[in-house]
């Protein structure tokens, strides 16, 4: 877990006129400001973020880890994004001096009916081209972790700890030095078409409305900016500048917040844990299960659950907002999909309220670790786009027309994948409404 955001300096107020607005300063939305000034040296690019510091969501809360590409779909922009995206990702972190590590991971399968699902993970990670995979037995587990048990696993080297809080803050240092500016504590509340761009209306944080965001908020005290081009990179809040109704059928999906909370493992059971233990995770949810990770720090967490919340940034358990409530249960989508999950829902809500349960699920794969050794910990919100029809979207869902392209679905592994989505970003970008400057 990387430390707390903190703010990165910023540029003041946003420019009247630019050639590239990007909307949100998480890691995705900064790796592709860099890449568009990359690949156009001297193009004005905008970063718009709400928040009076980059990283301040998902990108800041997360399990830290530079996932190797194992568990997507072969053919998927997961899969392939991840495979190129975690070299590349770590080829900034030593560039840039951000704390990682590339620790590798056991994945530990301790049932018998979760071994065909191991054999399936290790046939995608072959499929997707996932380097130095090997298949364990219960004492190649030991040698690499000696305090885990299972009945088979499989070590997956690629896999790494990274500070993506620093990876972020060294992205938003590179944007700035190529001419890019940062505008931090500025919401953008809407979004409309003009002659030959894209006007976006925005305000300071915290000025009249509150946290209400979209195409129709109020125009309050809110300036405009003029943009040629516009990317939405705005994670939990994807869908609030994203045109409703002309989504091809595919994109028509809606954001739907999953909690994630972590505990910590107190310093005496810290040392039960070499590096990072997952389990077997079921194929059905895009969701790892809840796992083990040492961190850059050294600290060891252990999570996260997933829990439906009732607010976009509900770090605490018990935050709700109305409008985020609101929208989560007014999509059909969520009505299907809870009749389907139920029982796995009550599983969550057992292990996020008891640590005693999050306890036992570990100890499945660490069974000298107990209750008493789960210290609260941090949570973080996952953006999850859920479909009309209660299914929950598994892979990147990027969507445009010809002036805005909106990354409509981009959770885990989207830190990992960031420099190497942003390069999809761009080339779609570039494909669907070139990023040329405007004439001046
Ligand atoms: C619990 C958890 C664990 C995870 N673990 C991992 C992991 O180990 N490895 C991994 O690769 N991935 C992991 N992920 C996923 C990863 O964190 C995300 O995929 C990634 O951070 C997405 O980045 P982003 O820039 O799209 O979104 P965010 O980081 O959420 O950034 C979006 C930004 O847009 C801003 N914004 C929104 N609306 C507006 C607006 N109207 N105006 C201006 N700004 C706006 C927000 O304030 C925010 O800063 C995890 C996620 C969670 C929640």
């Known amino acids: 877990m990387p430390p707390a955001p903190i703010a990165a300096s910023d540029d003041g107020a946003p420019p009247a006129a630019c050639d590239l607005l990007v909307v949100g300063a998480g890691i995705v939305g900064l790796a592709v400001a860099r890449e568009a000034l990359r690949r156009r040296p001297g193009l004005r690019v905008a970063v718009l973020e709400r928040e009076d510091a980059v990283a301040a969501h998902q990108t800041g809360h997360n399990s830290g880890v530079a996932h190797s590409g194992l568990y997507y779909r072969p053919g998927s922009l997961k899969a392939r994004l991840a495979v190129e995206g975690v070299e590349a990702l770590l080829a900034f972190c030593a560039e840039h001096g951000v704390a990682h590590e590339r620790c590798g991971k056991v994945v530990v399968a301790t049932r018998a009916e979760e071994l065909p699902r191991l054999d399936e993970l290790e046939r995608r990670g072959r499929a997707n081209g996932v380097p130095g995979l090997r298949r364990l037995d219960a004492a190649g587990i030991r040698r690499h972790e000696p305090h885990v048990r299972g009945l088979d696993g499989l070590w997956s080297p690629g896999t790494g700890v990274v500070d993506f809080v620093g990876v972020t803050r060294a992205l938003a240092a590179d944007v700035r030095a190529r001419g890019g500016t940062l505008h931090l504590g500025r919401e953008v509340v809407g979004a409309a078409r003009s002659d030959d761009g894209v006007r976006l209306r925005h305000r300071p944080r915290g000025a009249s409305g509150g946290a209400r965001t979209g195409p129709g908020g109020p125009a309050g005290d809110s300036d405009v900016s003029h943009a040629r081009r516009a990317i939405v990179c705005a994670g939990a809040w994807a869908d609030a500048l994203a045109p409703r109704g002309a989504a091809p059928a595919d994109a028509d999906v809606r954001v739907v917040p999953f909690r994630g909370g972590y505990r910590v493992l107190s310093p005496e059971a810290a040392s039960l844990v070499r590096g990072l233990v997952y389990p077997v995770p079921d194929p059905d949810l895009p969701f790892l299960g809840v796992h083990l990770t040492r961190g850059v720090d050294g600290e060891v967490h252990a999570g996260p659950t997933a829990l439906l919340v009732g607010a976009r940034d509900a770090y605490r358990l018990t935050r709700v ?89 981009a959770p885990s592994p989207a830190a990992t994948a960031s420099l190497a989505l942003a390069g999809e970003i761009v080339d779609r970008a570039e494909a669907a409404f070139g990023l040329e400057p405007a004439q001046r």
Do not use: C, K, Y
């Not at 409008?323 to 599983?347: C, E, I």
């Not at 859920?386 to 445009?400: A, C, E, N, S």
């Open 321 to 409: 907002r109305r409008t985020d409530l609101g929208a989560t249960v007014r999509w059909p989508g969520t009505w299907r999909m809870a009749r389907t999950w139920w029982r796995t829902a009550g599983g969550e809500i057992h292990r996020t309220v008891s640590r005693r349960a999050m306890a036992a699920e570990l100890a499945r794969m660490v069974p000298e670790l107990r209750a008493h050794d789960l210290l609260p910990g941090p949570a973080g919100v996952r953006a999850q786009a859920l479909r009309r029809d209660g299914g929950l979207v598994d892979d990147f869902v990027l969507d445009h027309d010809d002036r805005t392209l909106h990354v409509r679905n």
